[in-house]
């Protein structure tokens, strides 16, 4: 039966989280940069700033409930040798 290396499953969705978030933050840093640099008056740099706040607030409520997800149930469920996802061998 294929017995993967967990070591490195346990780091996987870390990983994974990390990626997003950086990618999560070069994504609102344009819009804001744009909208800041491009924008005539107040009202884009009101709606930059409420798009800031508000992005902030759901990355790190996000976050929070990532972070709160027992991953190394989750992983050892999925491997298991009865687990759904591998057939029993004959």
Known sequence: MFQP???FIYYLPKIIYF??????????F??????IRFGVG????IISFL???ISLIVFFTF???YNSIDWKFI???IF???SIFFPLSS
Do not use: D, Q
């Not at 990626?19 to 609102?28: C, I, K, P, R, T």
């Not at 344009?30 to 909208?35: A, E, N, Q």
């Not at 107040?42 to 740099?45: G, M, S, T």
């Open 63 to 65: 976050s929070g409930f």
């Open 42 to 45: 107040r009202e884009p740099k």
């Open 80 to 82: 298991i040798e009865k």
């Open 75 to 77: 992983i050892e469920t």
């Open 5 to 7: 290396n967990l070591n």
């Open 19 to 28: 990626v997003f978030a950086l990618f999560f933050s070069w994504y609102v």
């Open 51 to 53: 798009f800031l706040f």
């Open 30 to 35: 344009l819009i804001i940069y744009h909208l």
